[in-house]
């Protein structure tokens, strides 16, 4: 898209030049410093970061996916992030939102990655198809996996945008007919931070960018390569609802008194308890609502192959290898109630075979008793 | 083969911190399974009241991790006595490597398990602490247990403050997430269930068939053995 352009704007400049004032601007950096979770002081350095440092060229990829990150992304509630990080400035190619098409778009890629060679972040949308050579998604005649390795060879970091790009998603769900595979299993050489989440928030992953605009860095990650900012925390330990678990005050279904007063959504599949996310303090579409809040359980959608993580509307997961109806509780009653008939089993048949050892027993016991008063 | 009296004399064989241990264990596994049970499939209890007067289901965890903390630590105290305490408690008896081991496991899976009558029987073959196919499940159970602890703790780790239940917060990643953690910590209960119920039984047999005390060796430590079994040690050592 700009990479004609001759002088490099700064992203301020880029910022003012578009019509927004420098008050804007401010407001910007302190909203984005309040998600990345920093204190004040931190607002100026992103403020000065952006003022000093020319675009960041950002190569956006898409792969097996369903462009619902991309989508998330226009829709953080900042103008300025859509506008600026995301039309004028940043992203060199995103086959989505470019004006190029075909051989243009392929080209002005091309020059991103010549010119910018370690330089530029690739922003990677959807799993890679490992099966059948990877035919199953392929883009300007080459595959994804081909294009990957090329994009990620020059690039200084990968974001892997949503649950496709960081665990698979729902093409990797079993039985994974195309071989979807997550990218930071085929990129290994490269510092990979994973923004997990059908799609991810788009306040997050506005915080990832201008975090490495502003810090020239990845920002921290956990154990699972996820941005600590956004991910330390289950949805259940934000959740408004809390108080009705801890008061054990549950819906039974979905259309009962519970559910009308808005009570905890554990026992109709919640999957709050085993997810890592900011729904519950961010929250989607401008902060207006999210999942919970609209009384539908979380499910779960940026924990790893969530699709394979159990039934969406029952709270205890089908125990593999035994049936659609059997869940870890009805397969354990089973097996203990065989284990106590077993134990029943055994008692009679001792009382059988040990009849004799038994007795010889009983009787010595018998003739001590007559010698004792 | 000496004629069998039906004399015996008293042998003094779980100490008492294994008998604490044992109890302790006992209590806080029903807590964590009545406690666990719950927090899996709560019921509707009180659910036409108000969330301002009622803490039960907070309360109901609080239980099942003080609980698991209670538990833990008493696991720890009885690896320490294991290496403390008398021949009875101690570690190696866990492990099935020696030659008389495995023979004691042999017989007792004849004898106590398939129910054979068995004809030659010698003093070798009649345990005083744990025979050797018990001591074998209390190492499984050992392993088990482990499992659930590490699964327990790893769950408990995002909200403590605390170092030790950090420790285990590397078990999640391992295996991908919270869901199949908490799937595992599940399974595993149903394990620790049905541990309990064989184990329970068969020390009912024992004491049923044997009449050495065994269920309450528990309660005041002693066993008794045969007095022929006494002598010979006693030729032997003169
Ligand atoms: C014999 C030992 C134990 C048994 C039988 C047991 C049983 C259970 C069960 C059945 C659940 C519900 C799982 C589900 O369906 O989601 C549970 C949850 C849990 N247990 Fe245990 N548990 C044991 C030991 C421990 C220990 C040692 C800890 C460590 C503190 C622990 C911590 C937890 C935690 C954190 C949860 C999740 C509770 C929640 O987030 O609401 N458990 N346990
Ligand atoms: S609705 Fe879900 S996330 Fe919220 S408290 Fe209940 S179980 Fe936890």
């Known amino acids: ?373 | 083969m000496t004629t069998i009296s039906h004399e015996y004399k008293r042998v003094f064989v779980w100490e008492v911190p294994v008998r604490i241990f044992h109890w302790v264990n006992f209590i806080a596994i029903i807590a964590l399974i009545a406690t666990g049970i719950l927090i899996g499939n709560p019921p509707a209890l009180m659910s036409g009241a108000e969330a301002t007067n009622q803490y039960w289901f907070g309360i109901n965890r609080f239980i099942h991790f003080a609980a698991g903390y209670i538990f833990t630590l008493n696991l720890v105290y009885r690896v320490f006595w294991s290496f403390m305490g008398n021949k009875y408690a101690n570690w190696k008896v866990f492990f099935p490597f020696s030659k008389k081991r495995r023979k004691n496991m042999s017989h007792v899976l004849k004898s106590d398990i398939l129910l054979q009558n068995l004809k030659n029987s010698s003093f070798s073959n009649i345990s005083v602490g744990h025979n050797a196919v018990a001591s074998f499940s209390y190492l499984i159970f050992f392993i088990l247990i482990l499992l659930q602890i590490a699964t327990g703790f790893a769950l408990y780790a995002d909200n403590a403050t605390w170092w030790f239940p950090k420790l285990f917060a590397w078990v999640i990643p391992l295996f991908g997430g919270d869901a199949l953690v908490r799937l595992m910590h599940h399974i595993i209960m149903w394990f620790v269930i049905i541990f309990s119920i064989v184990h329970i039984y068969l020390v009912m047999y024992h004491d049923w068939l044997e009449g050495r005390g065994e269920v309450s060796s528990m309660f005041g430590g002693f066993k008794f053995v045969r007095k022929e079994r006494v002598d010979i040690k006693k030729e032997l050592n003169d």
């Open chain 1, 1 to 373: 898209m700009s990479t004609t352009e001759k002088k490099q704007d700064t992203y301020y400049e880029s910022i003012i030049k578009n019509g927004f004032s420098r008050r804007d601007f401010i407001k910007f950096t302190a909203f984005m410093a309040a998600y990345l979770g920093y204190e004040t002081s931190a607002v100026a350095q992103i403020a000065t970061a952006l003022k000093t440092t020319p675009r960041l060229p950002i190569i956006w990829e898409h792969y097996q996916e369903c462009t619902c990150c991309s989508e998330s992304f226009i829709r953080t509630n900042h103008p300025i992030v859509a506008d600026i990080i995301l039309d004028k400035v940043s992203l060199d190619y995103t086959l989505t939102l470019m004006a190029a098409s075909g051989h243009q778009a392929e080209a002005a890629k091309k020059a991103t990655m010549d010119k910018y060679k370690g330089e530029y972040i690739l922003a990677v949308e959807g799993s890679v198809p490992m099966g059948e050579d990877g035919i199953y998604c392929c883009i300007a005649g080459k595959t994804a996996l081909q294009q990957l390795q090329e994009a990620a060879a020059g690039a200084k970091a990968i974001i892997a945008w949503g649950s496709c790009a960081s665990s698979g998603c729902v093409q990797s769900a079993k039985p994974n007919p195309t071989g979807a595979t997550p990218i930071h299993k085929i990129i290994t050489d490269k510092p990979i931070i994973r923004v997990p989440g059908c799609p991810p928030i788009g306040e997050v992953m506005a915080g990832v960018i201008v975090h490495v605009i502003a810090f020239g860095k990845l920002p921290e990650l956990d154990r699972q390569g996820r941005p600590k900012a956004f991910y330390a925390k289950r949805v259940h330990d934000s959740c408004y609802r809390r108080p009705y678990f801890d008061a054990g005050l549950f819906v039974e279904e979905f259309d009962d008194e519970s559910a009308k007063k808005g009570h905890c959504l554990y026992k109709v599949g919640c999957k709050g308890p085993v997810t890592y996310n900011s729904c519950g303090s961010i929250k989607w579409n401008n902060g207006v609502s999210y999942p919970i809040q609209s009384g539908h359980g979380c499910f779960g959608c940026s924990e790893d192959n969530f699709w394979d993580n159990g039934p969406i509307y029952e709270r205890l997961t089908n125990v593999p290898g035994f049936g659609i109806e059997a869940n870890a509780d009805k397969v354990g009653m089973v097996a203990a109630g065989v284990v106590a008939g077993a134990a029943a089993g055994h008692a009679i048949a001792s009382t059988m075979s040990k009849r004799k050892e038994h007795k010889g027993r009983v009787d010595s016991g018998k003739d001590i008793e007559k010698q004792v008063d």
